[in-house]
């Protein structure tokens, strides 16, 4: 069979030569498939039969099938770029799975009708080498330089298409990416540090760059030889500013409790904001001479380019309470558009020599910008019909000097999506962004609370819809969620040792935010139209399931929440504009009860408040970048006071714990978010890195937690 014929071609090469591991994970899938078993090619079932592990073989535990993937994917790929280039049959391993796909080039015959894969696809297969890669002119091979020469930047068409250019798992996500300015590579930055990519061969190479740190912006100087990488340490989540060298030197920290770096087009210079993103400075491209020239005040400012002179820089400002976040728990794709207003953001320019502001202010909401040598700018913006779709790509043509637009902008033929990291190579035919996916999960750990830790952590939602946690039943045993596997919104139950989830209301509505009254006999929670957080009702149900009732109308209150057993009953909350929140009773017999408190209006996202396990205070964040606190509210009057916490800004997510000796909150980093917890000292300890918020169990035993599976790689932009 010529499949087979194909394979021992295959394992003949001289790319498997060195590979008999390889050799022996290739024979065994592709005989699997043509016996019609590609379904049954898990995980576990390689890691036994090729790598002999045994049959308790955990592969979250030792990930060796997934690694050597990687490397069987990248090796396929070389032997089909080389050797295997005019072979009738191709076989390739596409990711997310291990079944192989037998493509025919000619009219073979193959094993099972397969559909053709288009090319790009085996391109996204990279070579991964974790060595320094000296890349000056006498590091370059003579191959490397004839496949830059022949390689032909994007073509021009009616549709701009993405394409994906790297291969990283969840674990391992992208962090951020540039092209160069000839289009020839790529920089991006992971989990595990600054990789460098020839986009035409997919060689890829480890750079040298500081340690424990996660980068969240990389930008080329105008040379093409070294990097400007902003990020943050990871233990004390302190920013920074490094220069990455491509020819082998180590890192050099340019500027300390700095963000954002833009290095101005001709080299010479350095544009980057302080930590809180407050203010805009400018120095030598070696850190030298630095001096501010914008200061925002209260406001968010973010560096979009250089002016194509050199003498202005742009940059968008606002008050913002931050980017909308997709991995965020209180946000999902498709449902819940209604969260905290996010401010327009106001495109101007500065004089980089005297510090004069641009008379003018442009409304473009300009999140990440680029531009070419001949002045042509594309920038990314909220979608303007539904911001849950994520992001549209649009164009202007600047001014020279001021870097402002000549006109009003034009949307490109791209359908919005979750991306950032715009990047342009100098003649704006290469663009590049990193593309994120993501759906929430509910997770179940075991909480031990001196010192604080989470063990035992295990997934308890096991499809792939977008689910939230927000109550226990009474006896700690099962977690009640909201899902939307049905396409809305309905609430479930799920004990912490089953594999099944009990259905609890089911309408055509949405159907969340669901509290466990502290007598145990009632399920409240909010329902609100398909697709909608708000206006909503608040509704109950029995927590054995049954008829529900309508307990306040549609909008008459923004949200509610329950004590724990034994605790005062439950709140509901309503806003007064932007002035005032107001907390009332709540009683799941007889609804809306007495005002109880006041307190001053700050932004908010939706869910974003707590209610003390006895019922007697309410906790708010206040969601600054600048800063972490904690307001914490007495609902008899007494007062109020704030907490706050040591070494944080922009805290979310937050819950109760069921002592009432702290909070659980979410802390946004550059891999992700990290759960916290925080005493009523403003204490933090760090429990889980890549969690959401937490609840935790009555009795104290289990937190149930919001974790996202979120997946970011650098995709290609075709048709600029």
């Not at 078993?37 to 030792?62: F, M, S």
């Not at 092209?179 to 460098?196: E, M």
């Not at 965020?328 to 819940?336: A, D, I, L, N, P």
């Not at 033929?413 to 994120?436: C, F, H, K, N």
Request: some cysteine.
């Amino acid at each position: 069979m010529a499949t087979r014929a194909e394979l021992a071609a295959i394992c003949a090469s001289s790319v498997f030569a060195d590979s008999p591991r390889l050799r022996q994970f290739l024979t065994f899938v592709v005989e699997a498939h043509l016996r019609g078993e590609g379904a049954q090619l898990k995980e576990t079932v390689i890691g036994v039969e090729v790598y002999g592990r045994e049959h308790t073989y955990n592969p979250k535990a030792e990930p060796i099938v997934r690694t050597e993937a990687r490397r069987l994917r990248a090796k396929l790929h070389d032997y089909y770029s080389n050797q295997g280039a005019r072979d009738s049959i191709v076989i390739t391993l596409p990711t997310g799975g291990y079944a192989p796909k037998i493509e025919g080039r000619a009219n073979e015959e193959v094993a099972k009708p397969v559909l053709v894969e288009p090319e790009v696809s085996r391109a996204n297969n990279i070579r991964r080498s974790r060595l320094v890669i000296a890349l000056g002119v006498s590091a370059l091979t003579t191959a490397g330089l004839v496949a830059w020469l022949a390689w032909s930047p994007l073509s021009t068409s009616k549709t701009l298409t993405l394409r994906q250019m790297t291969d990283q798992i969840s674990e391992d996500r992208v962090t951020t990416a540039a092209v160069s300015p000839d289009g020839k590579l790529l920089a991006y930055g992971t989990i595990d540090g600054i990789f460098l990519q020839v986009i035409r061969s997919k060689e890829t190479h480890l750079l040298r760059s500081p340690d424990n740190f996660w980068a969240d912006r990389i930008r080329w100087y105008a040379d093409g030889d070294k990097l400007a990488v902003g990020g943050i340490s990871r233990g004390a989540l302190q920013p920074a500013i490094w220069a990455v060298s491509l020819v082998g030197s180590g890192p050099v920290l340019l500027h300390a409790n700095a963000r954002d770096p833009e290095p101005s087009l001709d080299g010479t210079r350095l544009a980057y904001t302080n930590a809180e993103r407050s203010e805009i400075w400018v120095s030598g491209v070696g850190g030298e001479e630095a001096h501010r020239v914008v200061n925002g005040g209260t406001e968010q400012l973010s560096i979009l380019f250089w002016s194509h002179d050199g003498s202005h820089v742009t940059f968008s400002r606002a008050h913002a309470l931050g980017e909308w976040d997709p991995t965020s728990e209180t946000r999902t794709f498709g449902f819940g558009a209604e969260r905290a207003p996010e401010a327009v953001r106001k495109f101007q320019s500065v004089e980089v020599r005297t510090g004069a502001l641009g008379r003018r202010v442009f409304n473009l909401n300009a999140h990440q910008a680029a531009i070419t040598n001949e002045g042509r700018v594309l920038f990314m913006s909220p979608d303007k019909e539904d911001r849950s779709k994520g992001y549209q790509l649009l164009e202007f043509e600047a001014n020279s000097r001021t870097g402002e637009p000549k006109g009003e902008p034009r949307t490109l033929p791209l359908a919005s999506d979750w991306i950032r990291d715009l990047s342009l190579s100098s003649d704006g035919r290469v663009g590049t962004v990193v593309r994120l996916i993501s759906f929430p999960s509910v997770y179940v750990g075991d909480y031990a609370s001196s010192p604080p830790a989470v063990t035992n952590l295990r997934r308890l939602s096991l499809d792939g819809s977008g689910s939230f946690p927000h109550s226990w039943t009474p006896d700690s045993r099962a977690v009640i969620f909201e899902s939307d596997r049905r396409g809305n919104n309905d609430l479930f139950r799920q004990d912490v040792d089953s594999r099944v989830a009990e259905n609890i209301v089911a309408t055509p509505l949405e159907d969340f935010h669901a509290n466990v009254t502290p007598d145990g006999r009632w399920v409240l929670f909010l329902q609100a139209a398909l697709h909608r957080m708000a206006p909503a009702s608040i509704m109950r149900v029995p927590l054995a399931g049954g008829p529900t009732d309508q307990l306040a109308g549609n909008g008459e209150l923004d949200e509610f929440r329950c004590a724990l057993p034994g605790g005062h009953g439950c709140v509901a909350r309503k806003t007064l504009g932007n002035s005032a929140y107001v907390f009332y009773a709540f009683d799941p017999e007889h609804g809306l009860g007495r005002e109880l408190v006041r307190t001053r209006w700050t932004p908010n996202f939706f869910g974003d408040w707590a209610l003390s396990p006895l019922g007697t205070e309410i906790a708010i964040p206040n969601h600054s970048p600048d800063s972490a606190k904690i307001r914490v509210v007495e609902l008899n009057g007494s007062g109020e006071m704030e907490v706050a916490v040591a070494g944080m800004v922009s805290i979310s997510g937050l819950n109760w714990s069921a002592d009432g000796g702290g909070w659980f909150v979410a802390l946004n980093s550059v891999s992700g978010r990290r759960l916290i917890y925080v005493d009523r000292r403003g204490s933090g300890t760090l429990l889980l890195d890549g969690s959401g918020y937490a609840v935790q169990s009555p009795n104290g035993k289990r937190l149930a937690l919001n974790v996202p599976s979120v997946s970011s790689n650098v995709w290609g932009l075709n048709g600029l």
